[in-house]
């Protein structure tokens, strides 16, 4: 622990008469902000990056699967009814709440 104050203080000691008491503080200041604001950038260019490509994700309505794109036709199954993901409202409530449908065939 002594080892790591002697450097420090020798710095401390050498900047303010050299540099003053201002400049301390403003160093302090900026690396404070840098500590706060990058992380705070950082999230909001994630956001905007999440929401520039959920604009992009469509689903296909016969198949269920996810695309990412403008396609016409769905690359799996071929049909042609693609909505996107953010006309569709029902993704945000419950799922235990949805009623599937099922239909039964008998095999022969």
């Known amino acids: 622990m002594q080892n790591k104050i ?3 203080s020798l710095i401390f000691i050498l900047i303010i008469p050299l540099f ?5 503080v403003g160093l ?5 902000l840098l500590i706060v604001l990058v992380p705070l950038l ?3 260019l994630g956001f ?3 929401n520039f490509f959920k604009s ?3 689903l296909c309505e016969s198949c269920g699967s996810t695309i990412i794109g403008n396609n016409v036709n769905c690359p799996y199954c071929g049909c042609k009814t693609i909505k996107n993901i953010q006309e569709d409202d029902d993704l945000s409530s419950d799922a235990s709440n949805k ?3 099922v239909k039964a065939e008998e095999i022969n």
């Open 20 to 24: 003053g008491f201002k400049f301390l």
């Open 48 to 50: 905007l990056g999440l």
């Open 28 to 32: 302090l200041g900026n690396i404070l």
């Open 56 to 58: 992009s994700i469509n």
């Open 42 to 44: 950082i999230l909001i």
């Open 6 to 8: 002697i450097p420090y």
């Open 99 to 101: 009623i599937i449908e």
